[in-house]
């Protein structure tokens, strides 16, 4: 077994940990253990499942696959199935989000509303949507155009696209496409021209016998992350700020202390704010408090687990339990009474780990069940009456407690969150000039936007942690989503005392403008926050994304998600440095289109490092280089 010491740099988790090997709970590390060593083939992508001509396995001896497919093929295509796995996540999420969008528009659903009706204004202008007329026309143009994206059948870009990104960089992607085309003298759009069917033909050109030759299937691979990136995922954040409001800065409480011992805990844990946003709303309510306390609870607590955290942190400072790791250790602690999930990023393992406490584990996605839980059908047409049914489940379960079992680590943390690009500009007094102004003086070097994950390969929150605590120390502004945001949070770096780990410059800039050296800009699908952020400083100096010294990192990464997430920032320009390695090794005509070919069509590029100071070196270096020409 490994040494407790190397799992996590969290106190937190290593109290649990050590809790979970006395009582023998098995944790995803345990798991692990007894997966590993993985399988090579798989590790290097070079597994073949496509057909039933297989299983192949291509090696140095035996270069073809049945059907004839190299490794180049077979790794490109094996990448861009788990992109468009990942697109479709994101995008999935985003298409729920304008559905709901339009119904409230239109007056179906009075479950939700229009909250934010300036943002919905700012997005109406953006897509040329005339703002003067009433703001329910405003409404269903906004989502009609939001949901023909996914749809719709003409040519390329995708509304969202056009109306956002800025717009060098969508000559960027023109100029790619015609590069591209007399290079090969096949066309290869990378503009993508609805979100469904890049994501489709990703899976038709895989499926045995169409696409075979990386390039051409790489170049696919990036129009369906600008279709996520650009499309889905800045849907998903879009409307889910004009239907719950556009976050703004706000202190929240981070890692598992956040547990109260002497109440009903609730743990919202998943992705969509749709159902998470009501369980909140419903737990708050006079009626279920005193429901609680009717039980002998003090009140309900929630607090959120994964990227739900960090859409009710954003918006409603709900604090946060953890990360993605924290899953399993959060039911261990004893005093959740209720685990609620929708989808992504949810292990399997809850449903038999909650049967040894009295947590209710209550799945609520049509998209997602899971053994052992208690199903608990989520409906946005009742939206409240279901999370008041949740609620209640809870207080039910309080009752059921175990005094024995209960075990909060102490760890808590303080963090400032909420930073919308609207929050950002507004802090800035109303334009990008200050920042900008900041980079150009040299203050700020440039800025590094980190997302992502945990993934027990690597020691939870380290890379994050000290990545992001060199890059500040370097005066490179930090920004990011995700479960790095958690990592961040839990570790103290987005408290406004953080500013004194960070170098001269940057901490001059944050003491003016009272905030952190490390931002949260929200959960993974608002990475188009981040995208957005970048495209107005581009715009602002009339340059292109790839022109600015900006860096991306997906250090700790595991999902299919973050595939798409990582290719969407190199198709936009940015340089992107990923841990663990992909699954690309096994073929290194994939590797050098992505780590250099790529480069030259897009700007943006993947590098990959296993040590986190030897990585913020090297994004310094390329913050420097960029500087030169800036
Ligand atoms: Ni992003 Fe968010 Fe976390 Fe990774 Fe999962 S919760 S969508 S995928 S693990 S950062
Ligand atoms: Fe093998 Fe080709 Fe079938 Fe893949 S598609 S399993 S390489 S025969």
Redesign the pocket.
Known sequence: KRELGDLSVDPAVLDILSLARKEDYETVWDRLERQSPHCKFGTNGVCCRNCIMGPCRVTEKNPRGVCGADAATIVARNLIRALAAGAAAHSDHGRAVAVLFNEVARDENKEYQISDEAKLKAIAEKLNIDTSQDISSIAREVARMALEDFGKQDEAPLNFLKAYAPQKRKETWQKVEQILFSKTDKKMGILPRNIDREITECMHRTTMGVDNQALSILAQGVRTALADGWGGSLIATELQDVLFGTPDKKVIKANLGVLKEDQVNIIVHG?EPILSEQVVAAAMSPEMQEKAKQVGAKGINVAGI??TA?EVLMRRGVPVAG??IHQELAIMTGVVEAMVVDV??IFPSLGPLAKCFHTRFISTSDRAAFPEAIHVQFDEHHAREVAQRIVEMAIDAYSERDPQKVHIPKEVEEAVVGFSVEEIIKILGGSPKPLVDAILAGKIKGVVGI????NPKVKHDAFHISLTRELIKKDILVIGT???AIAAAKAGLMKIEAQSLAGEGLKEVCQALDIPPVLHMG???DCSRMLVLAGALADYLKVDISDLPLVGSAPE???E??VSIGTYFVASGVPVHLWPMPPIGGSEEVVGILTEGIKELLGGYFFVEEDPVKTASLMEEIIMEKRKSF
């Open positions: 992705h994964c990227c960090n990360n993605m992504q990023c997302v992502g994950c945990n995700g479960c790095w959960s993974c699908v990464w595991m999902t998600k973050a």
